[in-house]
């Protein structure tokens, strides 16, 4: 008799569907069974509001966990960069995959770069860390643009462009590489340019903590590096009291001498949106070996932040 098809909890967007459907796939060759997706709404995914007004922090979370706390689902799948610091004790991260690339990316009319865009470009993004690191980096440069709030998916957002509405918006270069949709970016912004959510391009495969087989499988698709960098960056999100929507970006990545791996770089920055005040400052450790140091460095590079008055920055603060 064959055993029963586990269920994946997932959101109902392109993108979700998209990344899910991947965890499905590499589930079922880890597990032998087959893996069904059970589609959920959450309340991010029918609010119209900016994430800012509606607190940004578990919006598209909230029901998925529900149902893996009720037992509709045996594990779900998130984007790493929606999951709130905290993790609720009943439940686990079995798994954190190898990450997709974490940078953002501009989709511009007349395939333009981000650094050529005529003067007064409107450019689209509902995210107050990219508009205060693009603001800065226009005002240093001498760029002339207006960042415009937008919601929506990626097929929305891309149509802002398409129909003359915006110059250009911002996108996350993983989610537009998982719906196969990455002929369409027109620049990369380099990450000493705009820094990434934390945990941007990365998933979480989060499961009941009492499924102890389960987390056994689902942890064979677990990347340590990832799950190191990323718990680095929430770790500095949260010592900064920051939520998921508030302007804060950081990236963890591996610096090498040649084929050795020697230490580990933590990159974060707050700002205001119309980029005019800036704390931007890096650290760099030993790579973690265990959750607490990777935790460590994210509150180390936290408190200089915090000095630097990092924290009269932000406007979104977590609840």
């Keep these: 008799m064959t055993e029963r098809a586990l269920r994946l909890g997932t959101r109902r967007s392109k993108l979700a569907m998209a990344q899910s459907g991947q965890v499905a796939e590499a589930v079922s060759r880890v597990t032998g069974r087959p893996v069904e997706l059970v589609e959920i709404t959450t309340y991010g995914d029918v609010s119209r509001e900016a994430l800012a007004q509606i607190g940004g922090t578990g919006v598209f979370v909230t029901a998925l966990r529900d149902a893996l706390l ?18 609720p004790e009943e439940l686990v991260l079995a798994a954190v995959p190898v990450r997709e690339d974490p940078r953002d990316v501009i989709v511009a009319r007349d395939a333009l770069k981000f650094t050529d865009l005529p003067r007064g470009a409107r450019i689209g993004t509902g995210s107050p860390r990219r508009m205060a690191q693009l603001n800065a980096y226009a005002r240093a ?31 996350a270069a993983a989610g537009l590489n998982r719906i196969g949709r990455s002929d369409e970016v027109t620049d990369f912004l380099s990450v000493d340019t705009v820094l990434p959510a934390p945990g941007q391009g990365a998933l979480a495969i989060e499961c009941a903590a009492d499924h102890a087989d389960l987390i056994a499988a689902l942890g064979e698709l677990d990347d340590p590096f990832t799950r190191a960098a990323v718990t680095a960056e929430r770790s500095l999100l949260a010592a900064l009291e920051a939520g998921c929507s508030a302007p804060v970006g950081a990236l963890a990545d591996l610096l090498a001498d040649g084929q050795i791996v020697k230490e580990m770089r933590l990159r974060g920055v707050v700002g205001t949106t119309d980029g005019t005040r800036m704390v931007q400052l890096s650290t760099t450790g030993p790579v973690p070996q265990t959750h607490e140091q990777a935790m460590a460095l994210g509150r180390e590079l936290a408190t200089e932040m915090l000095a630097q008055g990092a924290a009269g920055l932000m406007g979104e603060r977590a609840h």
Excluded at 70 to 87: I, M
Excluded at 150 to 168: F, K
């Design 70 to 87: 009720k037992g509709e689902v045996d594990f779900a799948v998130h984007s790493l960069k929606d999951l709130p610091t905290t993790q």
């Design 141 to 171: 440069h001498g760029l002339d643009i207006e960042t415009v709030p937008i919601r929506g998916n990626v097929d929305t957002r891309i149509r802002y462009v398409r129909d003359g509405e915006l110059d250009a918006v911002v996108l």
